[in-house]
């Protein structure tokens, strides 16, 4: 017991980095609690680019895309000057300007009956340029759909490819809008705070549980051991009791701040949900810790601890997805995150919070639950092993050393 004390008290001395790594990071994630979620106040407000067409065809397909804009965007009757052009754009009374060539609606004609590329208009583009590009956008997409219709009619006639074009865009099908926001508000909210803290909990269990590990493999700290009456497994069982005590209450200290911070928002959650995704962050810090453990047998100072704490935690919350949807991130990201333990406590989480049902997520829950568990017994056997390799090493040399004197 006197040695779990010490480990305590060599934590204490070690408070900054408790204050600065956790409550310092848990805190601001406290924001993700209370302010309101984006989406979710009720209003929509569209939005239309402003859009010239210069029409130096004078065709039906010419006719047709100006009629086209026109419904779409605010049409913006511009004159055929280069001049006026460049002013308007310039002074942002458009955001793009359509120019239609000469013989263009023929020229479409010939490609759809060649089964060619539709031939492209000159756009020349404002100051806000992602307007102008929807734009653009929407007017090729017509002309390709006038392409398409002349392409099965088979005949020349522009003004009946022009009108199947209008009806193909003007056929939608039946949208029903659900206000989903505020019933999953508070629980996806809470969701982000508990993932927001994979890189606090992972540095703060790493570097402070580590240190107080390493102080206890310091040389003069076991040879003062060697020589009391305790055993070295009650000794090391001792500091790692201390370290596993200090793992729970960072996990302890994140969980509370969750609850007294987000009380509003955990009404949109079940106890079960709540309970689940506090259970998977304490899952996730078994990982750390076995990773504090392992650093610690290979007897780690504090800045090596401090440089290994904050790269596995910043990669562990960048696999997980909290920076950037791992959807928008290439395959092979994608599947190197499956080998993080960040990607499965956040796979835990959206399984957890979305939906009340846990037992139809039971699959993907328990799956989330064996891989952290698995990273954390992988990391410690590593650990072992590692430690066990240098001490044969060392104790060979020893012996050498002895045969060679």
Known sequence: MSTFRAALRVAARHRLYFFIYLACLSLLGV??????????????????ASVAVIDRDGSE???????????TADLVCLDDDERAIQDALAQSVVDA?????????????????????????????????????????????????????????GADDQDAAVRAA????????????????????GAS???SYLGYNTYSLFVTIVVC???????????????RCDVSPQRPGRLNGGALAAGAVLALGAWAWVALVGMVFGGDVLHDASAGQVAVGLAAMLAYCLTPLALAFALSRLNSGEQLLNAVGNIAGLACMFFGGNLMPLEMMGSGVQAFALFTPGYWFIDALDGAFATRDLAAVA????????????????????GFAVARARTQRAVGSARLASRTV
């Open 363 to 382: 699959g993907r829950l328990g799956t989330d639950f064996a891989m952290l568990a698995l990273f954390a017994v992988v990391t410690a056997l590593v």
């Open 189 to 191: 909210r809470f969701a």
């Open 97 to 153: 300007v359509i120019v239609v060539p000469e013989g263009f609606g023929e020229s479409l004609m010939q490609a759809a009956r060649e089964g060619a590329g539709v031939p492209d208009v000159q756009v020349a583009y404002g100051t806000d340029t992602l307007s102008g590009a929807l734009a653009a956008n929407e007017a090729t997409s017509w002309l390709s759909l006038v392409a398409r219709a002349a392409a099965l009619d």
């Open 31 to 48: 924001f993700l609690l209370i302010l309101p979620a984006s989406g979710q106040s009720g209003s929509h407000e569209t939005f239309d």
């Open 209 to 223: 549980v580590g240190l107080v590990m390493s102080r206890f493999r310091d040389q003069r700290v076991r040879e």
């Open 166 to 185: 209008d009806s193909a865009v003007d056929a939608q099908a039946t949208v029903t809008v659900a206000d989903v926001g505020a019933a999953e508000g």
């Open 61 to 71: 397909v010419s006719t047709g895309l100006a009629r086209r804009m026109d419904a």
